[in-house]
């Protein structure tokens, strides 16, 4: 067997429309996964989809706005039964609403704890049970370093995403026993559309701060995602697997 192989796994990444949830998707289908992509932006869902599928890989496309946290549990109990008993979930979907702290306004800390935290919430405890009845699972959640850190004019966003940490740190705890697996990985500064537009002395000075001195890949953490979906991965949990260049040691 392939190392890393994920045949007859059905995965669900939310977020999966662009950036780092589209990298994941494609990871997963090409490690031979059933793939569920999730987001809001149902036209790239589709594009990708066509796009995989006709590379062979078994695809649904699923519209799914965490910020309804209360419709959230509704779509997914409406998969198609070749796609209901999910395997693998990677909690990826996030926003952002960045200000300084005084200037924060409840709407933007609550908007971004809704969508990255509650949301993400809504989504594992949906399908955590069948996982545990079925007694094989694998929930990883996509964290950041700013939620290990800190970063200035995001408290709300390094709330949410350090909030998925103790999250994780406290299912892993409840589900081992039923043989589910619970990881985090925090990525650090990945190279996006949004990263390319940073002036070039500021993303310079931003590489000089991280020790392997280059910008992240979103396959970089495809590939972390991977592992830890993976058999092979199967006694770990409860872990942070920090993916960030030695940004945060």
């Not at 995403?161 to 990985?185: C, D, F, M, Y």
Request: charge should be neutral; glycine fraction near 10%; include cysteine.
């Amino acid at each position: 067997m392939s190392t890393f192989r994920l045949d007859d796994r059905t995965a669900l990444v939310t977020g999966a429309s662009q950036g780092i949830g589209e990298a994941i998707a494609r990871r997963l289908a090409a490690q031979g996964a059933r793939v569920i992509l999730a987001a809001r932006s149902l036209d790239k869902l589709q594009s990708l989809a066509e796009e995989l599928g006709s590379e062979g890989a078994k695809i649904h496309v699923l519209e799914l706005d965490l910020a309804a946290t209360e419709r959230v549990a509704e779509r997914l109990k409406g998969l198609p039964d070749s796609f209901a008993e999910i395997d693998i979930l990677v909690n990826n979907a996030g926003i952002t609403a960045d200000n300084i702290f005084v200037r924060m306004k409840l709407e933007e800390w609550e908007k971004v704890m809704r969508v990255n935290l509650t949301g993400a919430f809504v989504v594992t405890r949906t399908v955590c049970r069948g996982m545990m009845r079925r007694r094989w699972g694998r929930i990883i959640s996509i964290s950041s370093v700013v939620g290990l850190m800190g970063n200035a004019g995001q408290a709300n966003y390094a709330a949410a995403k350090a909030g998925l940490v103790g999250l994780s740190k406290a299912l892993a705890r409840e589900v081992a026993p039923r043989n589910v697996t619970v990881n985090v990985v925090a990525p650090g500064f990945i190279s996006t559309a949004m990263t390319d537009q940073i002036p070039e002395k500021s993303r310079q000075d931003l590489m000089d701060a991280i020790p392997l001195h280059r910008l992240g890949g979103v396959d970089d953490v495809a590939a972390a995602v991977t592992y830890l979906a993976s058999d092979e991965a199967g006694y770990i949990t409860g872990h942070v697997l920090n993916v960030s260049g030695g940004l945060y040691i």
